[in-house]
């Protein structure tokens, strides 16, 4: 009897530790580890092209022109006063009026997180001829008007040439500094060193300045980019004074709005990480 009750307290044991071992067993939580950061997308050299438009923000001198009554020689004191004015010919000058701008630009970004800095050069033509570089002079009332001999008016000795400022070609080197919205949009700052080449009175010279603005570009596959770009441009330093005939004052300061459109390819441009599932 005793025997029997031994082999049946064994056989009750050995039923209740399998049907344990059939328990589901209590487990650490798993530790979550943060997915790794997506890969630079933008670092790396671009080139590309862009077409936009430009127009005029102001600035620029006034034509001056040698004047005088015809009336009494040339030169000849009358009333006190030498027969000889210099006065504007015909209006303020450094106008530039719009048109269509289109060029080529290449740069290299460096990305850090969701920050980017970078360096972009671009060259520009234009179809802003600036109107009126023909011939123009304004009258004006003599002084002398009412004396003897007066006839009333002041005339030219020569012709101006132009009113407004061309701008057949422009550049520009900038820097850039922007923020990634999302991984493919960036929103950035730009400005620098700009310089163009100025037509007025049909002279034709360089001149330097500066340049600022912005704008937004979207890498829409992993080597392309479209981009829309705004800069104010102010050319004020150069060119030339004076320098023919009569005239003078075609150093002028043009200064000029332009939006233009553009898309870029990536040289260096990461590729998308796999994206790896575990089960």
């Known amino acids: 009897m005793k025997k029997l009750l031994i082999t049946a307290a064994a056989l009750a044991l050995g039923v209740g530790s399998a049907f344990a ?5 209590r487990k650490a939580a798993p530790v979550y580890v943060p997915p790794p ?3 630079p997308l933008w670092t790396g050299f671009y080139a590309g092209l862009n077409i936009g438009g430009g127009w005029s923000a102001g600035g620029g001198n006034n034509s001056y022109l040698p004047y005088s009554d015809p009336g009494y020689g040339l030169g000849s004191v009358v009333a006190g006063t030498p027969n000889l004015f210099f006065l504007p010919g015909g209006g303020t000058t450094g106008r530039n009026t719009g048109g269509v701008i289109g060029g080529g630009q290449v740069g290299y ?3 850090f997180g969701q920050f980017l800095a970078g360096v972009e050069a671009d060259i520009q033509g234009t179809s802003i001829t600036g109107g009126n570089q023909g011939n123009y002079a304004g009258v004006y009332n003599s002084p002398y008007a009412g004396l003897r001999g007066s006839a009333g008016v002041l ?3 020569v012709t ?14 900038r820097g850039r ?7 493919t949009l960036l929103l950035y700052g730009t400005g620098g060193f700009a310089y163009g080449g100025v037509q007025v009175f049909n002279q034709s010279n360089t001149r330097t300045g500066w340049t600022a603005g912005g704008g937004a570009e ?3 596959l ?9 800069l104010y441009t102010d050319l004020s330093a150069g060119g030339v004074q004076g320098g023919w005939g009569w005239n003078y004052g075609y150093n002028n300061h043009p200064q000029f709005n332009t939006v233009r459109l553009g898309v870029n390819y990536h040289f260096n441009a990461a590729a998308p990480a796999p994206v790896l599932a575990k089960y």
Not at 177 to 183: A, F, I, Q, R
């Open 21 to 25: 071992a059939d328990l589901p067993s």
């Open 37 to 39: 950061p997506p890969p």
């Open 109 to 111: 970004n460096y990305q």
């Open 155 to 157: 005339t030219p000795l």
């Open 160 to 173: 101006g040439n132009g009113g407004n400022v061309g701008l057949p070609w422009f550049g520009t080197v």
């Open 177 to 183: 500094v922007g923020y990634l919205v999302t991984p």
């Open 218 to 220: 979207w890498l829409f």
């Open 222 to 230: 992993p080597n392309w980019s479209a981009k829309i770009e705004y």
